[in-house]
């Protein structure tokens, strides 16, 4: 059979494409595989660079602020920060545990909710054989509305964070620890007296509300209170800490409908004082409020069923 040389050209120019020798750079390994197939989030120690949507270098970001106001942990929430990366559902019952090795680490943020159902947890840190240096009992009425919030000081790791489900089986939660390596600041604080309590509403444009307890160094032995109306507990924290000042209390309330109050009680003794700052964390769009609710009857003579 006869084959022209036209015919051998237009087959070489067409295969041409599949002999292409890959160039340094264009193939990407199992680990960066692996990291494009995660949405693109910085690797754990490499703060500030994301990998490119395509093959080739990673391209650098300026990195974020390294200041503990208040006000740059509300936009980075805002701005989608993943609070429950490291999500796991524990069930009624049952204990879970992170530890942190890294002496590096001073700080965790705990995140605790549930699919719209109480949630009612034991929180504990660990430092070593039977130490127990700060722990907390929480109770959520709806873990979905009001998840729990708290960041948790680990100095002189390692550590350990304990969380217990002491719910029933019916109702399992979903815990997320997760390192975080700045305490935010907070403004003026007022001093609660042994047995004492100070209440605190808010308006219904309040979103959430951030809570610091300290001490001199001294115990602290504190229960906190969401109400929402009179005597209706919406969330209620009991916590200890052996030392308020090297170990502070730090917490997010959401509060999230009208007629909110924090109530704060040092149930220590008079000879065990503590200091409380309480402000608004997140506040929602002032316009949001403007619209008039409608009310009354509707129809002639007040409508179907007003007897």
């Not at 507990?233 to 009991?238: A, D, H, L, P, S």
Request: hydrophobic share 35%; glycine share 10%; proline share 8%.
């Amino acid at each position: 059979m006869k084959i022209s040389v036209a015919t051998v050209l237009a087959f070489c120019a067409t295969q041409s494409g599949a002999f292409v020798v890959p160039t340094p750079g264009t193939s990407g390994s199992a680990l960066q595989s692996s990291f494009m197939s995660n949405g693109g989030e910085p690797m754990r120690g490499q703060p500030g660079t994301t990998m490119a949507p395509g093959p080739g270098a990673p391209r650098t970001q300026p990195p974020r602020s390294q200041g503990g106001a208040i006000s740059e942990r509300r936009s980075e929430r805002r701005n989608g920060r993943d609070l429950r990366k490291n999500e796991v559902t524990v069930q009624g019952g049952t204990l879970k545990t992170w530890s942190f090795l890294n002496p590096a680490i001073d700080s965790v943020e705990v995140v605790l909710s549930t699919e719209g159902r109480p949630l009612d947890a034991d929180i504990e840190l660990w430092q070593g054989p039977d130490n127990t240096p700060h722990k907390m009992r929480v109770y959520l009425e709806d873990g979905n509305t009001r998840s729990f919030q708290s960041i948790i000081l680990t100095p002189r790791g390692p550590n350990t964070i304990a969380i217990r489900n002491i719910g029933q089986m019916e109702f399992p939660m979903q815990a997320a620890v997760n390192a975080e390596n700045k305490f935010p600041a907070m403004g003026e604080s007022r001093t609660i007296q042994g047995g004492a309590l100070r209440t605190y509403p808010f308006d219904p444009m309040v979103d959430s509300v951030a809570v610091k307890l300290t001490t001199d160094g001294r115990p602290l032995n504190a229960r906190i209170e969401l109400l929402q109306g009179p005597n209706n507990n919406k969330q209620v924290i009991e916590l200890y800490t052996e030392d308020g000042m090297d170990r502070p209390f730090f917490a997010i309330l959401k509060t999230p409908g009208s007629g909110n109050v924090v109530r704060v009680v040092n149930t220590a003794t008079v000879e065990f004082p503590m200091s409380a700052s309480i402000e608004a964390f997140e506040t929602a769009d002032p316009t949001a409020y403007t619209e008039p609710v409608m009310g009354g009857d509707s129809g002639f003579m007040g409508g179907v069923g007003q007897w």
